[in-house]
């Protein structure tokens, strides 16, 4: 069942239904069961794993004050998540006999956000940040909650698991809130990343010697704009489904595109799990570091580079996934040393410039997630300086303009009122106008001839 279907319309109109007539313990239970009904419909076999994991992780959670019982359940957690993320990528084949369509389903939907989730229960246990769950029911919930179940945002357990315990009341506010959340997400993701998608010829970062120069950039910003719009436009959906249960998820985008330095983009992108790699693998390391008295350079080089290798694990096996985190880490590592060198006061111009080299910069190292190899990747970007302005593919440029300024419209807008619901700034006049207005876009776009593309973050 995809997340943008009538099947699920119709799965999330009943399940929001009969919450509304159940008290709190009742609310989470039929919450828990939809949650399953849900992933079982995708594989019941996805669903016995994510069972095995919460079951594992709630009894070691009782346990994990003592530093053996979270070493092994850290342990357990991390090496079922390397080993099913090492066979069912592309080395999977060398060492299991099997065909690749058969190592694929290995990996379960949603495994490397809900594996994240479980570790930081257990090391917030041990931190004494959050208690032990008491309710095998809430803890399970805080793994599966269907909205947030294939791409997070990653949750924290001690917020989430607060909500569950306490009473919610959804009001008229909650719920303009979560319908205008969700109508955005929806724009985003079929009227700008599917539109993107549709456009993008199959070859252009499997064969990109095919395509000019002049290609290669229009294409990769298509590709930029098209995977912002579709993660952002799910997490949109998700925090807007979740509203509507009066449970709020963190945000998981604050306008990229706008960061002015790559740290401060990285507050900005896939903020849940960015946040998750800093306090979970930058800081420890650091503080490892400086704890056995590594030189000052050490500690300043490797804790951004071991952060960003295990994101790029985190997305992938394949060699360009691992490249792509490397060299994010050597981003980081070079913006600190020349921080460290050369301070400059804040100008205008300065952050102007600046917002554009970040945006150039991560916008590059994209063609290592879109191309399908490193040989493809370094023939793309080799490729973009040679200068060739011919045109071999069909270029929509009204509608790539369009889905552009779209974009940067509703970045502004949520930069503007400080809030990705910022409709809820407007007057209630404006609002209506505005749900309206996206109503009737979506209707346009959701023709007899509009094909859903599922969500890429589905894949990681």
């Known amino acids: ?4 279907s009538l099947p699920f319309l119709l799965f999330a109109a009943i399940t929001l239904i009969v919450y509304y007539f159940l008290a709190r313990k009742a609310q989470n239970i039929w919450l828990l069961a939809a949650s399953y009904f849900f992933y079982v419909t995708i594989s019941p076999s996805y669903a016995l794993v994510l069972f095995a994991v919460t079951a594992v992780n709630f009894y070691i959670g009782k346990k994990a004050t003592f530093r053996f019982w979270l070493t092994l359940g850290v342990g357990l957690n991390l090496v079922s998540f390397a080993a099913l993320k ?10 299991l006999p099997v065909p690749p369509e058969a190592l694929s389903l290995l990996l379960p939907v ?3 956000f809900y594996i994240l989730q479980a570790i930081s229960y257990l090391v917030d246990i041990h931190n004494r940040q959050t208690d032990s769950a008491d309710d095998f029911f809430d803890f399970a919930l805080y793994l599966t909650f269907f909205p947030k179940l294939l791409s997070g945002p990653i949750e924290r357990p001690a917020r989430f698991l607060a909500d569950l315990r306490a009473a919610r009341h959804v009001d008229a506010s909650a719920l303009a809130r979560g319908v205008g959340l969700i109508l955005v997400g929806l724009i985003r993701k079929i009227v700008i ?9 199959p070859a252009v970062f499997s064969d990109p010697a095919a395509f000019s120069s002049l290609e290669k950039v229009i294409w990769l910003l298509a590709f930029t704009f098209g995977l912002y719009n579709d993660f952002a436009g799910y997490t949109s959906i998700a925090r807007g489904l979740s509203a509507l249960m009066g449970i709020e998820l963190g945000p998981n985008f604050r306008q990229p595109f706008l960061a002015n330095s790559l740290s401060d983009f990285w507050t900005r992108w896939h903020i849940s799990l960015s946040f ?7 800081f420890p390391t650091r503080r490892w570091l400086m704890q056995h008295r590594w030189p000052q350079l050490a500690a300043t080089i490797l804790p951004p580079l071991v952060t960003m290798l295990a994101s790029g694990y985190w997305h992938g096996t394949q060699a360009a996934m691992i490249a792509w985190g490397g060299l994010h880490g050597l981003y980081l590592v070079g913006e600190q040393l020349l921080k ?3 301070p400059r006061p804040p100008s205008r111009l300065r952050t102007a410039l600046s917002t554009l080299a970040v945006f150039t910069l991560t916008t590059l190292a994209l063609i290592l997630i879109a191309a399908s190899s490193l040989r493809a990747a370094f023939v793309y970007f080799t490729g973009l300086f040679a200068f060739t302005a011919q045109v071999t593919s069909v270029i929509p440029a009204v509608d790539l303009v369009a889905a552009a300024a779209l974009t940067l419209l509703l970045d502004w807008q949520e930069s503007r ?8 700034k407007w007057t209630p006049t404006a609002r209506a106008w505005g749900f309206a207005a996206a109503l009737w876009i979506l209707i346009l776009f959701l023709g007899p001839q509009a094909s859903v593309v599922t969500f890429v973050y589905q894949g990681f």
Do not use: C, E, I, N
Not at 1 to 4: A, D, E, G
């Open 417 to 424: 009122h400080g809030a990705d619901a910022f409709f809820m």
């Open 1 to 4: 069942m995809q997340l943008v």
């Open 110 to 112: 949603g495994f490397s």
């Open 193 to 201: 990343a599917d539109r993107l998608t549709s456009f993008l010829p």
């Open 276 to 282: 998750w790699l800093r306090d979970y693998v930058f």
């Open 86 to 95: 090492l066979v069912s990528g592309p080395y999977g084949p060398r060492l």
């Open 340 to 342: 460290s060198k050369t």
